[in-house]
């Protein structure tokens, strides 16, 4: 007998400090308000969408030593507004990029923990390390982390992290009025940590939340972040566009989990994935043509390629063939607080693939970096995205995706209106939440306080 | 124009079943209910049907001890354990429209850069209702939270006054964060693709003995520009932090008489800091239980010491009576110099209701509170213009 089908999970993006948004649309609303949060928000629930998404960044990017005007500039605090939308909405998860290494467990975990109480059980992280002395010049603990040592304290963190969730039970708060007993154990909330990292103790003031942890999320996808997320994490980010890329890295990462002791419905895989619609399949393509070269300007294309060539290219023109010249070796001087600068762990071997491709189809700069900055992208009629999303995942490529529109707020709207009821045709999709938390929608069961060994690696 | 201000400023200080630690047994409280958003929900609906300028919302990083500067006991009869300040008042901000939200935060422990992105957005979610309390801590069990460094030895004045002055670094670390965007950064000119003008943008390169900070903030200048900052001060290094850094003080005098000589004390602070020019606003913290007759408030407040174990005081005045009588107390000692005050309700939601219902119509049939809300912002409410951006040079 055939397995039945997967279930599709999806979740949204709000688009966030990169090119991906085309604020020059006259649909574009404000990036800040809260009226554009919440309208995102509230067609994500309606759709049914698992959960809402947003990252982080804690220094503006610069280039060139000058903060980067092209796109996108500015975001509110995560933990603010996802508190704000619990407000707004009933069932959607609120997922927030929180760093590891610019923050303290005490204090993130007392605020996850009340996000997860103030929402009734929606509350993820998704964990996030840095390094670079760039971001530590706005924290008083400054400084930075080797690079080697990120994921070392990311796992510590949050290994303490979840040592504060569990100090409370969760059957503590008695609340008699009769007997005066509000507290049934004396000594909820204790702990004591020490590593070589943190060494911390005492009483956590949070009693534990709906969902005793929150849902765990994980982005990185070196060796070492895809051993963290299958040692630690409920979720992982990936960033696996195409069908094979994608069915590798799933079979990668649903590998690893046995050796912590868990099966592969614990890990979801969902990769981000961008989409443009039509009435027609070509009519799509169009769109998406279009949407592309908004978001690719030529100045966004000489900036993007100074990101590799670690030098200011200024005097090139977009439409013109790639430098001559090599890339600048050695630490980039050029673009900070990028995270993609750092996808580029060797900036020559990548400028000579990007020689080779622009060379065999012709291309220019601009239309180069069109080509090599596109992520996972379902494009056509509704008909085409829904059947092309669902063959995704249904070959074991992904488990679903984090959808980042190119409008804000209003660019889920449409595929919430037409691609959503399709999936729910297809059955592969809730037509209704079936319980209030987000565990509930990703099918992860919750965590017994000391009752489950943390699934460490050391 | 006709003057529209009130002229008295209330506020209310919400800390989980009210103030006195028997609070929570009292048969209207709601004591399972305090971790949930529905509870903190329906408290800053009901201040803000009595048209009060702003709660203010109680926070510390450390669990609740019977005496709030000593580490945790292992007492089970009174609330333990709460849920973070700033978040609660997110929650609520988007179900209100016009009170002021003041959450509490701790400065000993927390980044100066995470708390003014929080409070600008708190700005942005209320739409220019934001605040927030600072508070320095210098519990131990709280250093051990963050094992970072030891807590200062109380008894050393000196040691006292670093972290006050630790205190005013971090509020002006905050303060120039909330800055570093001018409120028309943000250009979205299609014509020559730049979504933000760099130029009106800016790092603050502070350096201080505590914080080097580098900026601007990643979040734009907030609604208010600069959302308000107060704090609670019961002696001379925290007046002078209000006189240094603060647009609204919390104090707590015993008397009208000494309200004048603390109002004096923080003027002096304030022109000694080269801000004698700028409204700071001084409420006087009172504790309060209110009851139709006084006999019964007084009744009530026996009642809960008793459970309690024993009579209970506060660091703050308590007031026991009918909100007539609180309504007379209040105008008298408003002539110390007060802008008004911040009454913390022995019992929530109970206390909290006769604010609203009884003592706020009352002072309004005085013409000494507003009838309705005639601002939109928190500033408006209080009185205060928008501030000019220090960065901005046009």
């Given at each position: 007998m055939d397995r039945p089908p997967k279930q599709l999970h999806l979740a949204a993006h709000f688009p966030g400090v990169n090119n991906t948004t085309v604020w020059s649309d006259p649909r574009a609303g404000s990036h800040i308000e809260f009226s554009s949060f919440a309208h995102f928000a509230r067609t994500a629930e309606r759709a049914r969408f698992d959960f809402l998404f947003l990252a982080e960044g804690l220094r503006l990017r610069e280039q060139n030593g000058l903060i980067y005007d092209l796109d996108v500039v500015g975001r509110p605090d995560t933990f603010t507004v996802l508190a704000s939308l619990a407000a707004v909405t009933e069932h959607l998860g609120l997922a927030g990029t929180i760093n590891s290494t610019f923050n303290e467990p005490y204090e993130v975990a007392r605020q996850f923990a009340t996000l997860d109480h103030l929402s009734g059980g929606r509350a993820a992280w998704n964990v996030v390390t840095s390094w670079d002395a760039f971001t530590g010049e706005n924290f008083r603990r400054g400084g930075f982390l080797p690079q080697e040592q990120r994921y070392e304290r990311a796992r510590s963190f949050l290994h303490t992290a979840w040592e504060l969730f569990d100090s409370w039970r969760g059957d503590e708060i008695v609340a008699d009025r009769r007997s005066g007993v509000f507290l049934g154990d004396a000594r909820a909330g204790t702990f004591a940590h020490r590593d070589a990292h943190f060494d911390i103790a005492g009483r956590f003031s949070v009693p534990r939340g709906p969902q005793g942890r929150p849902v765990i999320f994980q982005a990185g996808d070196s060796d070492a972040g895809r051993e963290f997320a299958a040692s630690s994490a409920d979720a992982i980010f990936s960033q696996h566009g195409t069908l094979d890329a994608g069915r590798a890295f799933y079979a990668d990462v649903k590998g690893r989990l046995a050796r912590y002791g868990r099966t592969p419905e614990e890990l979801l895989v969902l990769p981000a994935a961008t989409f443009a619609l039509g009435d027609t399949d070509e009519e799509a393509r169009e769109l998406a043509h279009e949407i592309r070269l908004r978001q690719v300007s030529g100045q966004t294309a000489i900036r993007f390629l100074e990101q590799l060539w670690n030098r200011d290219l200024s005097g090139y023109d977009p439409d013109g063939p790639l430098p001559e010249i090599d890339p600048e070796p050695g630490e980039n001087q050029v673009a900070r607080g990028r995270a993609s600068v750092r996808m580029y762990r060797d900036p020559l071997a990548t400028a000579k693939q990007w020689r080779e491709r622009a060379a065999a189809k012709n291309l220019s700069i601009r239309e180069l970096i069109i080509e090599v900055t596109g992520r996972q992208t379902f494009i056509g009629s509704p008909a085409t995205v829904a059947r092309t999303m669902d063959e995704f995942v249904q070959a074991d490529a992904s488990d679903g995706f984090i959808l980042v529109p190119h409008l804000t707020p209003g660019g889920l709207d449409e595929f919430a209106d037409t691609v959503v009821p399709l999936l729910q045709e297809r059955g592969v999709?809730?037509?209704?939440?079936?319980?209030?938390t987000l565990r509930d929608h990703l099918g992860l069961a919750v965590p017994r306080p000391g009752g489950t060994a943390l699934r460490i690696a050391s | 124009m006709p003057d529209t201000s009130p002229s008295m400023h209330l506020a209310v200080a919400l800390d989980a079943a009210g103030w006195h630690p028997a609070a929570w047994r009292e048969p209207t409280a709601r004591p399972a209910e305090l971790f949930t958003a529905g509870y903190w929900a329906d408290l800053v609906a009901e201040a803000e049907r009595g048209r009060l300028d702003l709660v203010t919302i109680e926070d510390s990083l450390g669990l609740q001890s019977t005496h709030p500067t000593q580490p945790p006991d292992t007492r089970t009869d009174q609330v333990r354990g709460r849920l973070d300040a700033v978040l609660i008042a997110a929650r609520v901000a988007p179900l209100t429209s016009h009170i002021g939200l003041v959450p509490s935060v701790v400065v000993t422990h927390t980044e100066p850069f995470h708390i003014a992105k929080a409070i600008a957005t708190l700005d942005y979610v209320s739409g220019g209702r934001a605040g927030v309390q600072v508070r320095v801590s210098a519990r131990p069990d709280e250093a051990a939270h963050f094992g970072r460094r030891e807590s200062p030895d109380l008894r050393n004045a000196a040691a006292v006054g670093e972290l006050f002055d630790e205190a005013a670094d971090y509020v002006e670390v905050v303060r120039r964060l909330w800055d570093s965007w001018e409120d028309d950064a943000e250009i979205r000119d299609v014509a020559t693709g730049r979504f933000v003008d760099r130029d009106r943008v800016h790092h603050i390169d502070f350096t201080g003995r505590w914080f080097s900070v580098k900026g601007p903030s990643i979040t734009p200048r907030p609604p208010q520009g600069q959302p308000l900052v107060a704090a609670l001060a019961h002696s001379g290094p925290p007046h002078r932090l209000i006189g240094r850094s603060a647009d609204l003080g919390f104090v707590t005098p015993a008397d009208p008489a000494r309200a004048r000589a603390v109002v004096a004390e923080i003027r002096a602070e304030q022109a000694a800091a080269g801000r004698a020019g700028q409204s700071v606003h001084i409420l006087a913290d009172l504790v309060v239980f209110l009851d139709a007759t006084g006999a019964r408030a007084r009744a009530r407040q026996a009642r809960l010491d008793e459970l309690a174990g024993g009579p209970w005081t506060s660091d703050a005045a308590v007031f026991a009576g009918t909100p007539t009588e609180l309504a007379d107390l209040l105008q008298e000692w408003q002539e110390a110099g007060l802008s008004g005050f911040r009454l913390r309700p022995a019992t929530l939601p109970y206390d909290l209701e006769q604010v609203t219902r009884s003592l706020v119509p009352e002072l309004s049939r005085r013409g000494a509170f507003r009838r309705e809300y005639a601002a939109g912002t928190l500033r408006g409410l209080l009185g205060l213009p928008r501030p000019a951006n220090r960065y901005a040079t046009a």
């Open positions: 999709f809730r037509t209704e939440y079936t319980g209030p | -």
